[in-house]
């Protein structure tokens, strides 16, 4: 499967995956900018792509930012749809108690390239039952 990925910006970095098997490609940051805590930031990462047919792009978090500095994506996972040819764009939010400073080449999240699957929609009159019904929302405690 082929990703094609276009360099909109001259900083822009390609994504890559850091390790053979990871999952997710690393996105990095164009800009020079500082995330204050409970605020959000939209970063540019000066690319664009086309993903292959039948696929999405979901933009992730990245443990290490979430962990040593609460920094996390606020719509997570972002979907990129497979016809949007835009640049991508990742909403950052702080939700530590200092200052985040966004640099330059950074990295600030992840994409992993995900099937997609359409279905039939069918609107029926009742739905059939289940052993769970409709118990949400913890209904299953948190202990064995």
Not at 6 to 28: M, N, R, V, W
Not at 58 to 86: C, F, M, W
Not at 91 to 115: C, D, E, R, W, Y
């Amino acid at each position: 499967m082929k990703l094609k990925i276009l360099q909109l910006h001259e900083l822009a970095t390609i994504p890559k995956y850091a390790h053979h098997s990871d999952a997710g490609l690393d996105l990095f940051s164009i800009d020079d900018l500082e995330i204050t805590p409970g605020k959000s930031q939209l970063i540019h990462t000066g690319i664009s792509i086309e993903l292959p047919e039948n696929t999405e792009a979901q933009i992730r978090p990245r443990s290490g930012l979430a962990l040593k500095h609460q920094i996390t994506v606020l719509n997570s996972p972002g979907t990129i749809d497979e016809g949007y040819r835009g640049e991508i764009k990742v909403i950052l939010i702080n939700h530590g108690q200092t200052s985040f400073q966004v640099t330059k080449g950074m990295k600030i999240a992840q994409m992993v390239i995900a099937p997609v699957i359409h279905a039939e929609i069918e609107e029926v009159k009742m739905l059939s039952s289940s052993s769970r019904g409709d118990n949400g929302f913890g209904s299953t405690g948190i202990s064995q």
